[in-house]
Each structure stands twice: as C-alpha cells, then as structure tokens.
C-alpha cells in the first residue's frame, strides 16, 4: 500500500530508527540511498542503501479479498471487441 499510495516508513540505521517518506507510485525493488548514514569508513560515513519489498499477505479476510477483487477489475484494461467469425 505505501509503494503504491505514498508514505513514511521507518528504517532501521546504526543509530536508530529513522523515518523515511516514500513517493506515491515507488516501483518494488527500488533502492532508496541516505548518505552518511551507512558503515564508517576512511572518508566518513558510508550511505545505507535499502531496497523496498513488496509484501503479499498470505490470507485476506472476506472484507479484504472484495476491495482487493474491486481494485484489481477497475484496474484491469476492458477486454477488446470481438471480432465476428465466419
């Protein structure tokens, strides 16, 4: 929902939980870099990448599965016109 809708979230990093705002419409897999707060190293800190997963439930409720079911059918492009066969 928040990939989709848009968000916060929060992270786990070396000095803590921290927030971080998703843009609505974010792809799953997308990698989200916050520089300098990573491992230390010569320079300073490093950046943390995190890569966002998408998490499918594995049971929905009755309620659930008709939004779900609604959602998906207005989503879902109209079949195309048949064409008459002779």
Partial sequence: GTLVLGGRIKVPTLSGEEEVEIAPGTEPDEVLVLQGRGLPGPRGLGD????????????????ERRLLQAFTERLSPPDPPRRPTI
């Fill in 48 to 63: 943390l990448k995190v890569r966002l997963k998408v998490i499918i439930p594995k049971r929905l409720g009755r309620e």
